[in-house]
């Protein structure tokens, strides 16, 4: 018995919530093309593999799981990206235990593949290989100091990347690229032990973003001045902007009102702000400028903010339905 692959296309932002299954992200468009691309799931013996090849720059966070083990490959890194804000390469390997966060930047041609699976079932699968499961490896959140060798990244590449194609029919291949994937992870993590911190706490530049973004989102409802935003970032404003250009390719301005128009996306497809009018809803957010919102709403998304109430009041009722 072999994967059977299930492909999905990445049609709008929403998609990329379940860039792991049954994950539900948060996902950000971040500066540059919208985020496009194709989404892969399969699964067997009690492990569910994940794949995503993404045509775009999205910010994307939140639990892989709340009662597994996600263990992730980066196979091609899109230029920019970043996990915890720091700089990844292909090949780098993080394992995320049940309830940590993700945090990465996904830029334009990367490509991932990941294995969701319980602590149990991922001893068994190190017994059945004949490999002893490294301790730290289920211990801690983190990338492995470590990245795969050049070589054999191309050859998970060049088993992954088919499945993302159109023309593969999922009932006749035969490469088991999930598992082949988890047989070097485990010999990756067997062969050289875990040391330092695991890359998890930004450095430099990135710590001066982590600490502005945290800011961010605790004030999204409140007037958020670079001045003090700088403060709260323990930094000059010309630092501060030059940390996020490096690292977010974004300024602060554009990224609060980036997150804002997030907000106010998220609560447009909801049945409980149906009432309300969308000049209200972006007031409640910190934009008053309703011409000005749409505008910059239409060039982030692709849509105008009525599209998107008409979407998401069309996805209500279809779920009701069903119910």
């Not at 983190?142 to 999922?170: D, E, M, W």
């Not at 709260?232 to 980036?258: C, I, K, M």
Request: charged content about 25%.
């Amino acid at each position: 018995m072999h994967e059977r692959w299930h492909r999905f296309d990445i049609r709008q932002l929403e998609d990329f919530t379940n860039a792991v299954f049954g994950a539900e992200l948060e996902v950000i468009q971040m500066a540059g093309p919208r985020v496009r691309g194709s989404l892969a799931f399969a699964a067997r013996n009690g492990i569910t593999f994940s794949s995503g090849l993404i045509q775009g720059s999205v910010a994307v966070s939140g639990p892989l799981s709340h009662d597994a083990i996600t263990i992730g490959v980066a196979l091609r890194v899109g230029q920019g990206s970043t996990q915890w804000l720091n700089t990844i390469r292909s090949g780098d390997v993080g394992v995320f235990l049940p309830g940590d966060e993700q945090d990465g930047l996904f830029t334009k041609g990367s490509l991932y593949f990941a294995a969701t699976l319980t602590e149990k079932r991922l001893e068994e699968e190190a017994a059945r290989e004949g490999l002893k499961l490294e301790p730290g490896m289920v211990s801690r959140t983190g990338l492995h100091f470590k990245s795969i060798s050049t070589r054999t990244v191309a050859q998970l590449y060049r088993s992954v990347a088919p499945i993302h194609s159109n023309r593969v029919n999922y009932d006749e291949r035969r490469a088991e690229a999930g598992f082949a994937m988890m047989r070097i992870v485990l010999e990756h993590y067997a062969r050289l032990p875990l040391v330092g911190d695991g890359r998890v706490d930004p450095l430099g530049r990135a710590s001066i973003v982590d600490k502005a973004r945290r800011y961010i989102r605790a004030n999204l409802t409140h007037p958020v001045s670079m001045e003090t935003l700088a403060a709260a970032s323990g930094t000059s404003q010309r630092s501060l902007a030059r940390a996020f250009v490096e690292v977010l390719h974004d300024t602060p301005a554009n990224y609060v009102r980036r997150l804002r128009l997030h907000r106010i996306r998220k609560e447009l497809a909801t049945e409980a702000q149906r009432g309300c009018r969308v000049s209200e809803i972006a007031e409640k957010w910190g934009i008053a400028e309703p011409g000005r919102m749409s505008g910059w709403y239409r060039e982030l998304f692709g849509e105008l903010p009525s599209e998107t109430r008409a979407r998401g009041q069309l996805q209500n009722q279809i779920k009701k339905q069903l119910l």
